[in-house]
């Protein structure tokens, strides 16, 4: 099955925040979600919304249909406050 990406306003505002190392580490890991969105943690309390921890970043991103989410990429403390 083919995903398509789309990202919400707090994911685009996250990004400018990251160096160009994250920026790197962020893309590669979009990849591997993308070949197969399944394999990460679920997030309790949201349908179908997972997290992925890179560096002392997380990353949340939700599955609908056929179109992965990326919802919000912050700090690990604060994302769940964010979010």
């Known amino acids: 099955m ?9 994911f685009e505002r996250d990004i400018k925040k990251l160096s160009k190392i994250d920026k790197d580490r962020l893309s590669g890991l979009i990849l591997r979600i993308k070949e197969n ?12 919304c997972f997290r992925v921890r890179f560096g002392n970043f997380r990353l949340v991103y939700a599955l609908k249909s056929k179109t992965i989410w990326l919802i919000i990429v912050e700090n690990r403390k604060k994302v769940y406050k964010e979010l």
């Open 37 to 48: 969105p399944d394999r990460f943690k679920l997030l309790t309390g949201c349908h179908r």
């Open 2 to 10: 083919e995903w398509s990406l789309k990202a919400h306003p707090l």
